[in-house]
């Protein structure tokens, strides 16, 4: 069965600061996709990044990043130049083409100090 | 971007009664929807699977006597949960599969709270 796996239940950062959350995953597929989802105090969820399996480049959008190591099985998330809007839970998340289902890890709250 | 709206927001109930959230799409046809569930400072659980014109997929545990789920259009999917108890107060997500370009991205609705007495 697959698994999502985020190790770290709060973190904190400064603004402007830089915060990598780490997430570890484990699948027998080949063919899957993984995702980090922003859900602020409005509960709304939000797609931050995705990264396609058969993808080596790491994806990118504007200040956040992914470090995706395929045979080690991890997909961190890095935000630069951290906002205080940046505060919110964020979920590590994997799906494949078979059936779209997506699974969520337990999460990260992250805290942004001013 | 894709909407997916969820009525209503928020509801309160009477232990006994039976409670219908609707799920849209306002821009787009989905085919398939996603029922979740998330208990406080908890993750997203999913429910069930929800295919237009077919009989939604329930997760292991899940009781599908309690958790109806209709899926009668390409922009609405419903679920109604029946005779519900205060352990069923919970916030319920409901997500719909689009396409954007090449891929199929699952988007979100705003959640509801469902408070039963």
């Known amino acids: 069965a697959q698994t999502v796996t985020q190790s770290q239940p709060e973190m904190s950062v400064q603004e402007a600061e830089t915060v990598t959350l780490s997430c570890t995953y484990d699948?027998?597929?080949?063919?899957?996709?993984l995702f980090w989802y922003k859900q602020p105090p409005s509960r709304q969820m939000i797609l931050v990044i995705r990264q396609e399996a058969y993808k080596q480049q790491n994806a990118t959008e504007n200040r956040f990043s992914v470090n995706f190591q395929k045979a080690a099985k991890s997909f961190s998330l890095k935000i630069s130049d951290s906002q205080l809007g940046d505060a919110a839970m964020y979920f590590c998340?994997?799906?494949?083409?078979?059936?779209?289902?997506?699974?969520f890890g337990k999460g990260t709250r992250l805290h942004i100090l001013p | 971007g894709a909407v997916v709206s969820q009525h209503p927001s928020w509801v309160i109930c009477k232990s006994g009664t039976s409670v219908k959230i609707e799920c849209r799409s306002l821009d787009f046809q989905a085919t398939t929807m996603f029922w979740y569930r998330q208990f406080p400072k908890q993750s997203l659980m999913l429910m069930a699977t929800s295919n237009e014109g077919s009989k939604a997929t329930y997760e292991q545990g899940v009781e599908k006597d309690k958790f109806l789920i209709n899926h009668a259009s390409l922009t609405l999917s419903t679920l109604t949960v029946t005779s519900a108890h205060p352990e069923d107060s919970s916030f319920y997500i409901c997500s719909a599969s689009g396409r954007t370009g090449n891929f199929e991205t699952q988007y979100f609705g705003p959640g509801t709270r469902l408070l039963v007495l």
């Open positions: 998340a994997y799906s494949t083409n078979r059936d779209d289902k997506i699974i």
């Open positions: 699948t027998s597929e080949s063919d899957y996709y």
